[in-house]
């Protein structure tokens, strides 16, 4: 079983204010990710991360940042919370360099709601 | 774009019978293909993995893959009950990132 875990579980909170995701994992996997899906909707990635102090952005914009200090350590802060993200964030994290084995374990997600 | 596609669903088979689980992708540099099984209101798990043509069998699932026809497929044996969920079909080129299909929706009745 994958050793990834987010934090909260459930977040409800009012608009305009500042939130961060916590995501970390024990697997000493240098690629990281965030995902974000909404109910019956595929996942969208929003960034991800090649290893310490490497940052990318995915397809979707959700005007968030990320940072990555650790390796084990990949948080997601929402600067200013808006009820257009409402969703369900996944963290997951994958053994870069590892060609076609390269498989993607996720944590258990963060179910946010902005009102 | 890379798109990676696969039929809503729901799809309903009765307990016993075989489920089968299409995904076709556009890209054609696609070099690593995936099966994730996600239940409602959990994250995705993986189940199956496959990168040459033919077929990978593990337990009650085969996952087979055609490269020239782009697509791959996820059947599953003796469907049970708590095979009902979400199938996510995942395509990588080497180096790249995953693309997720929309996923196919499972209902085994009892």
């Known amino acids: 079983e994958a050793d990834i875990y987010q934090t909260p579980r459930y977040l409800v909170i009012g608009t305009g204010k500042k939130i961060t995701l916590e995501c970390s994992q024990t697997?000493?996997?240098?690629?990281m990710y965030w995902y974000q899906q909404d109910p019956g909707m595929e996942l969208h990635l929003i960034h991800y991360s090649y290893g310490v102090n490497s940052t990318e952005k995915g397809d979707l914009s959700s005007e968030s940042t990320v940072s990555r200090i650790r390796t084990e350590h990949f948080p997601l802060t929402l600067e200013s919370a808006r009820p257009s993200h409402t969703s369900q964030y996944l963290c997951?994290?994958?053994?870069f360099g590892t060609g076609f084995n390269e498989k993607l374990f996720f944590g258990s997600g963060t179910q946010l709601s902005v009102l | 774009q890379k798109e990676v596609e696969q039929n809503s669903g729901p799809l309903s088979v009765p307990e016993g019978a075989i489920a089968s689980l299409n995904c076709t992708y556009s890209d054609r540099g696609s070099q690593s293909f995936f099966w994730y099984r996600q239940y409602s209101g959990k994250s995705p798990e993986l189940i199956m993995s496959i990168y040459s043509n033919g077929d990978k069998e593990d337990g009650r699932f085969t996952a087979q893959l055609n490269k020239a026809s782009q697509y791959v497929s996820l059947l599953i044996r003796d469907s049970q009950p708590s095979d009902s969920a979400t199938y996510l079909c995942?395509?990588?080129?080497?180096?790249?990132?995953?693309?997720f299909g929309p996923g196919t929706r499972l209902s085994v009745l009892p």
């Open positions: 697997m000493g996997h240098d690629k």
């Open positions: 995942a395509v990588r080129d080497y180096g790249q990132n995953f693309v």
């Open positions: 997951a994290s994958s053994e």
